[in-house]
């Protein structure tokens, strides 16, 4: 099978039913509805709530080989430290193949690599908000999403990028490495520059934000378990990204301190137009 073509699975265990997972369960809805889709999570009544919702057919509160929860494919959106082991599981409890929506990917593909049925992958599609109640079946309509084994011709790689793809996403192929030196630039990055701008305001200021304020820090509102997580797992790399970061910042400090606004200008207009470049690429 080529990874245009669109293998359709009988049968798909979702690992984790809140944005993400339950963005994953809606669009499967939309593109396979005779998929079968189980959901796995801890708390009985919200996996209750996603089976009368609509989302999934039905529910197991633990991923135990046992229990038999067998299935075609399984997707993990977990936070990132608990995929490899939460992977382990699904591929012992039958699964052929587990692929994940982990945004750090060198530690994950690292523990998991001699586990030829799991295939890392980061679909780069989400929001600040959390719980399937907001998820939405075009999450990742038009998006990247990047898959980290470079063995493209495996069934179980070929499988997963028939998956993303049946999604509405454009799949690419990185290694888990590039990855994460990539990600840490442009989504760990920003989320450490919001939350450290949206933690400089006192709470008897916020009256005065203006939409500015409320753009550059809105996804400074995501689920701290969550970045905390992320940012742990990719240390090195977002370490790299913030001293990237401070140097701009000193080139500013410097800029206002000596009243350069030529400098200012430049610093400002570099930025400008990166930014308005995004436009191409939508």
Do not use: Y
Not at 1 to 16: H, K, P
Not at 86 to 93: F, V
Not at 249 to 261: D, H, I, K, Y
């Amino acid at each position: 099978m080529s990874s245009g073509e669109q293998q359709l699975e009988q049968t798909v265990v979702i690992v984790g039913v809140g944005l993400i997972g339950g963005s994953v369960a809606l669009a499967l809805r939309a593109a396979a509805p005779a998929t079968r889709v189980i959901g796995i999570g801890r708390n009985a009544n919200r996996m209750q709530k996603a089976v009368a919702d609509g989302l999934i057919d039905e529910f197991a509160s633990e991923l135990l080989p046992e229990h038999g929860v067998r299935a075609g494919l399984g997707v993990i959106c977990l936070p990132v430290d608990r995929i490899p082991a939460a992977a382990d599981q699904l591929l012992s409890a039958g699964c052929d193949v587990v692929t994940d929506a982990g945004s750090v990917k060198q530690s994950i593909c690292t523990q998991l690599s001699t586990r030829a049925g799991f295939v890392g992958a980061h679909p780069i599609a989400g929001s600040e908000q959390s719980g399937f109640e907001h998820a939405v079946h075009d999450l990742f309509r038009g998006r990247i999403c990047v898959v980290c084994r470079e063995d493209t011709e495996h069934e179980a790689v070929q499988r997963t990028l028939a998956f993303w793809q049946l999604l509405g996403m454009t799949c690419r192929v990185m290694s888990p490495a590039q990855h994460d030196r990539v990600l840490a630039m442009t989504s760990h990055l920003p989320h450490i520059l919001a939350s450290v701008a949206a933690g400089c305001v006192t709470r008897d200021q916020l009256e005065f934000v203006g939409t500015g304020f409320r753009d550059t820090t809105r996804i400074a509102a995501g689920s701290d378990e969550l970045w905390t997580s992320i940012l742990m797992d990719n240390a090195p790399s977002c370490t790299a990204a913030v001293d990237l970061a401070l140097e701009r910042l000193s080139q500013f400090r410097t800029a206002l301190g000596g009243g350069e606004a030529s400098a200012i200008r430049q610093l400002l207009s570099e930025a400008a137009v990166l930014r308005r470049s995004l436009t191409e690429l939508e």
